[in-house]
């Protein structure tokens, strides 16, 4: 499977090479990409980098890991692009860091996603592995016994099946929460969020639900 990147930082560097690891090809796009030759150089033969609209064309798949702030312009620059392609958006609002309040977008009924999805009308929203930090995905991947549990919310069920296919194949465990909405589930502040939780913990008892 093709799948663009957009965004280069510490999620997206490290998905990127366990997707190319996995037998995907992968792009990563930044608006410098002259200065990904050492990631691209680690991903091997199926790795590439370009700007955003490259990554967004080329993939089959494509995930947004931005910061909350570069959302509004990259749907300006992409949602033509992302249109009918399944988007994986990791993305978490953060009062501290994020030039506009989050608290206007997680009090929307959807949240985060909800309100970043609305942006890219036509696109196959997911959003995925916003909870795990990324020296957990480093370490963890393909761990023996239970694997670290990825919640996964979208409205689209085929959509919902390949992003949970690409969680498998970077080696870890997809759990399908249910709509995007129910992505407000495992934001920043819930049971879920950076606990490294294995599959098995999150979904028996339905951990999530309980912080809504």
Known sequence: MKIGIVGAGMIGSTLAKLWADGGHDVRVASRHPERLRDLVERLGPRGSAGPPV????FGDVVMLTVP????PELARELSAALAGKVVLD????????DATSPARHLSTPQGYAGWAAAMFPGSRWVKAFNTVYFKTLETEAHRAGDGVGIPLAGDDPK???????????AGFDPI??????RGREFEPNTPAYNTGMSGRELEPDDRMAQAG
């Open 176 to 181: 399908v929460v249910g709509p995007l909405a």
């Open 159 to 169: 959509a919902l099946e390949t992003a949970a296919q690409l969680v498998r194949d």
């Open 90 to 97: 990791t993305g978490n609002a953060y009062e501290r860091r």
């Open 54 to 57: 490259s990554a967004a064309a």
């Open 68 to 71: 909350l702030k570069a959302i």
